[in-house]
């Protein structure tokens, strides 16, 4: 998807005595003009924040294939080596080749005179029209400038600018990073400002460039800050505006993607646990310390009942111990993987006063909230480094945000209140059922028009991009449609099974295809409605993953409708239940 940005000016940072005001150049291509200008009361908080946020963009935990010159080097001595000897040891074949080679080329020579002659004029021409283009090499040297800085200077390489939103309450800071598997929002209240100005609501990308960057590490607790959105853009020194920046920027479809199915993920439920600085910087510490050389490379979470957290690193097999106390009624753990991408919060570590940890379950995203006060920092990673948030699990169906809903009257609500509760919108739309109003949010998220507030648990109004997004990166997908058409097979044959670990087995059986063959699915969901366990017969699943990182249809479509028996009561345990029982419990 290409985006073009226009910006009045570039984003800078002046300072005059001790009061220093960091201009940020919005995008003026958006049809909200937003604007806002206030004194920060914490200067080196936000300081630090910003520069995490910038370091979340630029990381990219991807492999990178390595040059060798040696090998290359090596290769040459070794051909003109070989050349050498085979002159030396078969002159006589070498003699008898090229005779033949002669006669060929002289046999050539003669059809082809008149090929020749007609190249030679086009090259001539070619030459002439050479001469007066100016174009003819902009692309390549473009390209080879841009990987130059890439490869001398990740830090430098800042190409998706952040996306900005004015609230009612607060303004949010969000960005993706290049590898595409850790999202970053960070949240500052109104109660962080002095306002100097009405703000005007809306989102923007603002142009903020690694100057600015510079600029904001210089940033000491003596000086005054004061934040400035400003859309007719900053002067330079001379009193004069320069003249209009404009970004020409091709979005990866995945980029896109993935930011959307950020929000689905955060609105799932999990099991969310309080660390202390010091619990994460005692993590950070041993990341730091220790670089692992072999697999297995992950960290292993041990949450026992009213016990401390306890971690697992691998392949060490270091514990450490967590002044944290696990207040979950069923002991578990949970697998990281990806861990060094943690080493992000470092930098908020001494400026925090927790950080709270969300998990979704074995394969799926971690979320961690720093809070600061009147700033809270959520970053958000995919299963894996490797993995990024639309690889695998579509989170937008585990959610229930399938189909489009009642998209319009949705849109028209958040347009107009800007922050709802899930509650708060379904009492809002009147005579409309749950499951529609939940998918047209899943349709605003998936169109880049809101997203989800972990913090508040709130949908927030916002456009990702200054254009519409192209039908094709929002339509209903394949998978979607499959497990919509499970869905009405789903009951068929559903039944579900109340162990003494209280958890919940759901199974069912789907006849389809021509032959009618069955597929058996099963899910074992825990109280905290987490999945534990999960199996398929189906061919896709057995040739993925086999789990819930990378799903199928019918896995899907079975947890989809077994989420809503999860509030079932006095089930006797291992007594198999079938659909017709379960719907006599209900009404």
């Known amino acids: 998807m290409k985006v073009n940005y226009k910006y009045a000016s570039p984003s800078q940072c002046t300072q005059v005595n001790d009061k220093t005001t960091l201009g940020l150049s919005p995008d003026l291509s958006r049809d909200e003009k937003v604007s806002f200008s206030g004194k920060l009361k914490h200067p080196l908080l936000f300081r630090d924040a910003m520069l995490m946020l910038r370091d979340i963009v630029i990381s990219d935990m991807s492999k990178k294939t390595k040059e060798r010159p040696e090998y290359f080097a090596w290769l040459e001595q070794e051909i003109e080596r070989r050349i050498k000897a085979h002159k030396e040891y078969v002159p006589n074949v070498r003699e008898t080749l090229q005779k033949k080679i002669d006669v060929c080329d002289s046999e050539l020579l003669l059809k082809n005179n008149e090929i020749k002659r007609l190249l030679e004029i086009q090259k001539n021409l070619q030459r002439q029209i050479d001469q007066y283009d100016a174009w003819k090499d902009y692309y390549k040297i473009e390209r080879d400038f841009w990987k130059f800085i890439r490869d001398r200077d990740y830090s430098l390489w800042f190409v998706l600018d952040p996306v900005i939103t004015v609230h009612k309450d607060q303004v949010s800071f969000e960005a993706f990073s290049i590898d595409e598997s850790t999202y970053g929002c960070l949240s500052v209240a109104m109660d962080e400002f002095d306002l100097l100005q009405t703000p005007k609501l809306g989102t923007t990308n603002i142009d903020f460039s690694a100057k600015l960057e510079k600029e904001m590490q210089r940033f000491r607790s003596y000086t005054d800050v004061t934040l400035s959105i400003n859309p007719e853009g900053f002067v330079i020194d001379n009193d004069i505006v320069p003249e209009y920046v404009e970004k020409k920027i091709d979005l990866p479809e995945t980029w896109i993607k993935g930011f959307n199915q950020v929000s689905s993920a955060a609105a799932l439920t999990g099991i969310e646990i309080e660390l202390t600085p010091s619990d994460m910087y005692d993590i950070c510490a041993f990341l730091r310390k220790h670089k692992e050389k ?57 400026l925090s006063k927790a950080f709270h940890i969300r998990f979704l379950g074995f394969g799926m995203p971690q979320f961690i909230r720093a809070d600061m006060g009147t700033m809270q920092m959520t970053v958000g990673f995919s299963s894996w480094s490797s993995n990024d948030w639309v690889k695998g699990t579509a989170f937008n169906i585990m959610a229930g945000f399938t189909g489009k809903g009642n998209y319009n009257d949705v849109y028209k609500l958040l347009k107009k209140e800007r922050c709802l509760s899930m509650d708060e919108i379904f009492d809002n739309i009147k005579d409309t059922k749950d499951d529609k109003i939940k998918a047209g949010i899943g349709m605003l998220f998936r169109r880049g028009e809101g997203y989800f507030d972990i913090v508040k648990n709130k949908v927030r109004f916002r456009h990702l991009c200054n254009t519409p997004i192209p039908k094709e990166l929002y339509e209903i997908t394949d998978i979607e449609s499959e497990v919509q058409k499970y869905s009405t097979l789903t009951f068929d044959n559903m039944k579900v099974k109340y162990t003494p670990q209280k958890e919940f087995i759901f199974s069912t059986t789907y006849n389809e295809g021509r032959w009618q063959q069955s597929n058996v699915t099963e899910i074992v969901i825990d109280q905290d409605g987490q999945i534990t366990k999960l199996n398929c017969s189906c061919q896709k699943f057995k040739r993925g993953e086999r789990n819930i990182s990378e799903p199928c249809a019918h896995i899907l479509a079975l947890y989809v409708a077994s989420f809503k028996l999860l509030r079932l009561k006095d089930l006797e345990y291992d007594k198999e239940y079938k659909i017709n029982d379960i719907m006599e419990m209900l009404l």
């Open 294 to 350: 072999k697999s297995p490379r992950y960290m292993k979470w041990i949450l026992e009942p009213k016990k401390r957290v306890k971690i697992v690193f691998e392949p060490f097999g270091t514990v450490l111990t967590l002044n944290a106390v696990y207040n979950g009624s069923q002991k578990r753990e949970e697998k990281i993987w990806g861990r060094r991408r943690w080493l992000v919060v470092e930098k908020l570590i001494p």
